[in-house]
């Protein structure tokens, strides 16, 4: 036997390579749906550990959207790239680029080398203090799960809300809950605490807690709710359903790719610019450059991203700032046309003494500029950042 299931895999000996494309695409469950959120969390370039159980689930959907050659994922048992297996076959690997001892693994882990650990989500708490060691008299025991979760330097629990039999369905884009799990994951006070989330806050770490109907994100003060499946009820199918309340303040919806059938598009969102490089503050002349190019201004996640993004700049600094906005290449939805310059008026309003926007295509010049028009923007599109730049202080100021 090569694997617990498996008695003899040449793909797994890296003896053949085989085509991603052969690869069974995951059937569209809660495992799916927290998995392809997570994969979300993928940045190219990057090396990752996948944990056991769900985790592995995010190979599988970085296979499916065609991107798993643009980041290392690993497993601890020694695989170094190619699509980490799972179930019983957990720590092999098909078309692995390296196999390794397991001890320098770990050196590699313990050293720092991890960008990203994709692991487990069995119990967690109000302090953001998660268990996967300790279950009433079973001593399931941490693995390697300390190493890895100590020395990442980013990291996301996966796991379902509820355990115990829990069923839920995807109707038209929305998350239905047919049957909760008799348990609840989210408690007051973890049993044994395998991971410190005071510890965590303290330095700064990022992490969030992904399951199928929501997501939250660890700070200083607790666990945040910071977004919500489409279809979830807050009060009934999260809060209702855990042991504390977490801090909830303006969540927004995930992802309404992550509920349908077909691929995402995560190699081309992975392509493009990262979303928080897109903007930049000029300090000496009150200028906040803001690079749309090559964007496509959809779902609503991505508009409530923007308007949060430059809203974190602006808010700080106490004062309102000028702004130069490139929309070369940018593709407005039209299905979310209306969202998108709603915002784009009350962030003005709100944190901007004057804009400039500029575009090299004439048709996207006057596109915008009629679209602006008609919510009493300035519609006038330049043709160049120079021209954007030097005429930014000269448009009328915002009261």
């Not at 115990?164 to 049993?191: C, M, P, Q, T, W």
């Not at 995930?254 to 349908?260: A, L, Y």
């Amino acid at each position: 036997m090569q694997t617990i299931a498996t008695p003899y895999n040449p793909a797994f000996a890296s003896e053949v390579r085989i085509p991603l494309t052969s690869l069974e695409p995951m059937p569209l469950d809660d495992r799916k749906i927290i998995a392809r959120r997570a994969a979300m969390e993928l940045r190219p370039n990057s090396v990752v550990n996948l944990g056991v159980g769900i985790p592995e689930g995010v190979a599988a959907v970085a296979a499916e959207e065609k991107c798993s050659d643009l980041m290392t994922l690993t497993a601890e048992p020694g695989v170094i790239g190619g699509i980490p297996a799972g179930g019983a076959n957990f720590g092999a690997a098909t078309n692995a680029h390296a196999v390794i001892d397991m001890q320098y693994q770990f050196d590699f882990y313990d050293g720092g080398g991890l960008d990203a650990a994709f692991l487990g989500l069995a119990q967690a708490d109000k302090e953001g203090n998660l268990n996967v060691s300790k279950f009433g008299p079973r001593l399931a025991g941490a693995g390697g799960f300390i190493n890895i979760s100590q020395n990442a330097k980013k990291i996301y629990f996966l796991g379902t809300f509820t355990a115990g039999d829990l069923e839920v369905a995807v109707v038209d884009g929305k998350l239905l809950i047919e049957r909760d799990g008799r348990s609840k994951k989210f408690v007051n006070e973890v049993e044994h605490r395998t991971f410190s989330g005071s510890f965590a806050a303290q330095n700064g770490k990022e992490v969030l807690y992904i399951t199928e109907r929501c997501v939250f994100q660890l700070t200083k003060a607790g666990l945040e709710l910071i977004e919500i499946a489409p279809g979830v009820d807050i009060k009934r199918d999260i809060i209702d359903r855990m042991d504390f309340e977490p801090i909830v303040r303006h969540p927004r919806e995930m992802d309404p790719r992550i509920f349908k059938a077909e691929p995402m598009g995560l190699r081309d969102d992975m392509l493009r610019l990262p979303f928080d490089a897109r903007f930049s503050y000029d300090r000496d002349h009150n200028i906040l450059f803001i690079n749309l190019s090559e964007l496509v201004m959809k779902p609503q996640q991505t508009i409530e991203r923007y308007r949060e993004r430059i809203r974190s700049i602006a808010e700080p600094l106490g004062h309102k700032v000028y702004a130069v906005v490139d929309y070369d290449g940018f593709e407005l939805d039209r299905d979310f046309e209306d969202a998108y310059l709603d915002a784009v008026k009350e962030i003005g309003d709100r944190h901007f003494l004057g804009v400039t926007r500029f575009a090299t295509s004439a048709f996207m010049r006057a596109k915008l500029g009629e679209a602006l028009g008609k919510r009493g923007v300035a519609p006038h599109i330049y043709e160049s950042k120079d021209e954007a730049k030097g005429m930014v202080k000269e448009t009328i100021p915002r009261t």
